[in-house]
């Protein structure tokens, strides 16, 4: 599964993808891609990862979900950026630096949301070619929330307001 510099079939531009820089720990990322095809949502991996990455180091935490959710494998954040340039697609960061409160930002069909590294969160590099920053607002004295629940609720809150929009 490591193979090439993509893998899947690109989805539907509409669709909202929840994208990996570099993780570290396999159980949140296959939590992370359990979370995508239970939501309806795409996925992409920024490599390299802190593990290899395959399908057996994803399967304890993503079980039996991973074969219904599309993951786009980037071997690098610029293989990702061109692929982002080709798609013509916004690049949501979530981070601690974040700018807007992820509840009041305007989600889009079609926004890439991107969570860093467990470990390091993401270069400067990363933070610059954002579109968007979003911060969720978390208690003085706390670091950060586990990536997978970040990622979760920013996504969540990305869901319901497209809900809306549909309706």
Avoid at 32 to 48: F, K, N, S, W
């Amino acid at each position: 599964m490591s193979e090439p510099d993509r893998l899947s079939s690109a989805a539907p531009l509409g669709r909202l993808t929840l994208a990996l820089y570099q993780p570290d720990i396999p159980q949140n990322t296959g939590t992370m891609l359990r979370t995508c095809a239970c939501l309806g949502v795409d996925a992409a991996i920024i490599e390299p990862a802190g593990f290899p990455v395959t399908d057996k180091n994803f399967r304890r935490a993503g079980m039996d979900y991973l074969d219904h959710v599309p993951i786009d494998r980037h071997v690098s954040f610029a293989a990702f950026e061109a692929w982002r340039a080709d798609c013509g697609r916004r690049l949501v960061l979530l981070t601690t630096k974040g700018a807007v409160d992820y509840r009041d930002f305007a989600y889009q069909p079609g926004d890439i949301l991107l969570v860093g590294r467990e470990s390091a969160g993401v270069p400067d590099g990363v933070h610059d070619a954002a579109d968007a920053r979003v911060i969720i607002p978390i208690r003085p004295g706390f670091r950060s929330l586990n990536v997978a629940v970040a990622g979760t609720m920013v996504l969540g809150e990305a869901l319901r307001q497209l809900g809306k929009e549909e309706e």
